[in-house]
């Protein structure tokens, strides 16, 4: 299994990031996919995720609003694209096979197993 992200380099802050993920191996077609992002000396964190069939989609407080997830089953691929990009955007961006849970609190999304091994974003 394979996932190979692309997208990422230098934006100005204000401008758009456009991230693409593929998927290559997988013998099934995930039920969700997720980008996680690490910024320098920080912990890995969630930013979105969407289901199969593009029904259902999450946003991290930190980008909701300017981010948008997309996905071709077709194609395997799974897009991201987070608009007025700031600095705080800067880092190393991930797909990952992704899975959610139902809790009281809410629906609870995070990564699964296959990651990719990611795409630097810097925002200056």
């Known amino acids: 299994v394979q996932l190979v992200e692309s997208g990422g380099g230098s934006v100005q802050a204000g401008g758009s990031l456009n991230l693409s993920c593929v998927a290559s191996?997988?013998?099934?077609?995930?039920?969700?996919m997720g980008w996680i992002r690490q910024a320098p000396g920080k912990a890995l964190e969630w930013i979105s995720g969407?289901?199969?069939?593009?029904?259902?989609?999450h946003y991290a407080t930190a980008v909701k609003g300017r981010a948008t997830i997309s996905r071709d089953n077709a194609k395997n691929t799974v897009n991201l694209q987070v608009n007025s990009a700031k600095p705080d955007d800067t880092g190393v961006y991930y797909c990952?096979?992704?899975?959610?849970?139902?809790?009281?609190?809410?629906?609870?999304?995070?990564?699964?197993?296959?990651w990719g091994k990611g795409t630097q974003v810097t925002v200056s």
């Open positions: 191996g997988l013998t099934y077609t995930p039920n969700y």
């Open positions: 969407i289901s199969r069939s593009g029904h259902d989609t």
């Open positions: 990952a096979t992704a899975l959610r849970d139902e809790t009281r609190d809410g629906s609870r999304w995070y990564a699964d197993k296959y």
